[in-house]
């Protein structure tokens, strides 16, 4: 975030989904940030949309409460009066084409009475079904006709499979151009998401050895305790293969995998990330089982609670076959890659709440030295996203005292220790106010990835077998572990670094 308030530029937001969960919890607060950190125009303006009447005042009200409740920087009185009166409200049924009429009216209002000059930054915040309709009827209504720019930022899911993403891509596109759409995967707002790829092209320590020759396997888990929560409803036709393995995590894979970009240009790096999913190998229905391995958490203990099972969930079918975790046994079958399998899972109710990438680098060729236990243990490469963002190096070195005792020594940093980093949305929603592609996602990378997850939704679409059950607060399910069993590895125990476990001590 090193923009100058001079380069920034004034616009219009027009949320749609002002009165929901996620304008509530993130993009409020997001926009507080960036106001607070001086990282927006003096001359925007928010109007937030929904079907609930209200006034500009109790939206403000609204809004003044969600920051309260969730920005993650601190809130003074006196910030209020340059901040609330940025926002208005409007009562705006989406399905209903004459609504949007006054809405351009009210916008042509704001533009004139804040200076603004047409830039205009339409947020869906909404449910996925009511995409495609927003696209139109903002086209229709003559709102896109701006004499600035126009950018339509969408949230996930991006469709369910890649027919109805094709779909909804078809229909956004009759109203905006492709470096026109933010589509948002908030992993890639994470400050450690975006750190790899910095470590990898900024270090001549890494990029030697970052191909098939020197890495062994790579491990990402995206561990969560929280179950279902309110959000049965969407989750349990969605599941976990597509709320995080279509996007998330195969936006990390992308992301260590992908060749240095020639520039660090949005089409650049968004070319390199679409080489890695060509290349990645694609699953047919009947060799599922081989590579990827579903779950359903039941009755457990986490965090000290006792919680329920999935299917006892509020807003879940009873006898519902929906997965909660998928682990993944995946190949890039291209020169750099070839024969490195990256491992990656992904649950809800597990052990402990942790985003992690671990690079396995292979063994020494001949050991001279050996650990008390026999071998040496490989050098690995942590890279923690979350909640803790740092590194981790293990290396091995000679236990102090010991004539050739050798122990797993971790040369630690930690990126959030005792500072704040931004919040995914803050870096996302400024980006989009700035026109910076980077950290969305290209249609080209969505429509692979589904083309990726497909054949594994209907393999399990279409088995008989029941889903395996794992017990809430552990690992997964036991498959998961012999995915990795078969190649003769184990996945390495989430460090979970936290801020106290850093300095470079010897474990
Ligand atoms: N919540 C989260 O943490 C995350 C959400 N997302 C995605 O963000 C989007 C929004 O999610 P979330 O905030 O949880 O959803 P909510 O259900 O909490 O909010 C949806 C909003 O849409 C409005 N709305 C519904 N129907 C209409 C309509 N016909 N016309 C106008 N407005 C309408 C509602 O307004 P009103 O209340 O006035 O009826 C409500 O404010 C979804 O696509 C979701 O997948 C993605 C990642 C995380
Ligand atoms: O997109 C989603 O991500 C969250 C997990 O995000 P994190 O930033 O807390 O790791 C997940 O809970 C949710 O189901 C999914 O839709």
């Not at 012999?482 to 125990?493: D, G």
């Amino acid at each position: 975030m090193s923009k100058s308030r001079q380069s920034l530029q004034p616009f219009v937001m027009v949320l749609f989904g002002a009165n929901g969960d996620l304008a509530k919890r993130k993009l409020f607060p997001a926009l507080f940030s960036l106001h607070k950190n001086r990282l927006l125009h003096e001359n925007f303006a928010v109007v937030g949309l929904g079907r609930s009447p209200k006034d500009d005042a109790r939206f403000r009200e609204a809004v003044r409460e969600s920051v309260e409740k969730y920005a993650r920087t601190s809130v003074d009185e006196t910030d209020w009066e340059g901040f609330l009166p940025h926002f208005s409200y409007r009562s705006v049924d989406i399905n209903n084409p004459e609504d949007f009429r006054p809405l351009k009216e009210h916008v042509e209002s704001l533009e004139k009475k804040h200076s603004i000059s047409g830039n205009r930054l339409f947020y869906l915040a909404i449910a996925p079904d009511l995409f495609g309709n927003v696209s139109t009827h903002l086209k229709a209504s003559g709102l896109t006709d701006t004499a600035g720019w126009k950018r339509l930022v969408i949230e996930k899911p991006f469709g369910h499979d890649h027919e109805s993403a094709q779909r909804l891509n078809n229909q956004i596109r009759q109203t905006f151009q492709e470096e026109e759409i933010y589509r948002i995967d908030h992993y890639l707002g994470k400050e450690m998401v975006q750190n790899i790829e910095v470590i990898r092209f900024a270090n001549s320590l890494f990029e030697p050895l970052w191909n098939n020759r020197y890495i062994d396997n790579v491990q990402i888990t995206a561990s969560e305790t929280v179950g279902v929560e309110e959000r049965a409803g969407y989750y349990d036709h969605a599941g976990a293969l597509q709320d995080m393995v279509q996007n998330h995590m195969l936006q990390m894979v992308m992301m260590v995998a992908m060749e240095p970009p020639s520039r660090l240009k949005p089409e650049a790096i968004h070319d390199e990330k679409v080489k890695v999913l060509r290349s990645l190998r694609r699953i047919k229905e009947e060799e599922v089982d081989q590579y990827v391995v579903r779950g359903q958490y039941h009755a457990g203990t986490v965090d000290g609670k006792p919680v329920v099972s999935y299917r006892q969930e509020e807003g879940v079918s009873s006898d519902s076959q929906t997965e909660t975790f998928v682990a993944a046994k995946m190949y890039i079958d291209n020169f750099r890659w070839s024969g490195v399998p990256f491992f990656v899972r992904t649950g809800k109710r597990m052990a402990q709440k942790a985003t992690e990438i671990v690079i396995q680098f292979k063994e020494m060729p001949k050991n001279l030295y050996f650990n008390r236990e026999g071998d040496l243990g490989p050098n690995l490469l942590v890279i923690s996203v979350n909640p803790t963002e740092g590194l981790s190096l293990r290396i091995n070195a000679k236990k102090p005292g010991s004539d050739n005792d050798v122990v797993p020594i971790a040369l630690d940093f930690c990126n959030n220790c005792g500072v704040d980093s931004p919040e995914a949305y803050e870096r996302l929603l400024q980006d989009a106010i700035e026109g910076d592609l980077t950290f969305f996602t290209r249609w080209d990378e969505v429509s692979l990835a589904w083309k990726y997850v497909d054949p594994i939704r209907n393999a399990w679409d279409q088995t008989e077998r029941s889903i395996p059950l794992y017990k809430a607060g552990s690992w997964g399910p036991k498959e998961a572990d012999r995915l990795l069993a078969q190649e003769n590895k184990s996945w390495w125990p989430v460090s979970g670094l936290r801020p106290e476990g850093f300095s470079n001590r010897l474990r």
